[in-house]
């Protein structure tokens, strides 16, 4: 009974590599994007609170954010659909 139930156990561990292996590669993309967006918004404010006046260039904090985005989404897709 033992042997059949380990068994079982070593057949659910090597079934479960690959969708360990992908969620392991999704979350730390996803942490990373979260903190680098998170990054970027804390400098953007920190900058406006010194010169208020530079808000009208916010267009390339837009284009820093939406890179770190498709890095986010290409890292799901990659993960999601080619693994």
């Known amino acids: 009974m033992l042997q059949v139930l380990a ?4 057949e659910v561990v090597k079934a479960a590599e690959p969708l360990f292996g992908k969620g ?3 979350a ?3 942490a990373a994007a979260a903190i680098g967006l998170g990054m970027v918004g804390a400098s953007y404010m920190k900058a406006l609170g010194r010169n208020p006046e530079a808000g009208k260039a916010a267009s390339q904090v837009v284009i820093i954010a939406a890179m770190i985005e498709v890095t986010a989404l290409l890292a799901f897709l990659l ?4 693994l």
């Open 7 to 10: 068994q079982a156990a070593d």
């Open 24 to 26: 392991f590669m999704l």
């Open 28 to 30: 730390f993309a996803f």
């Open 79 to 82: 993960g999601a659909f080619l």
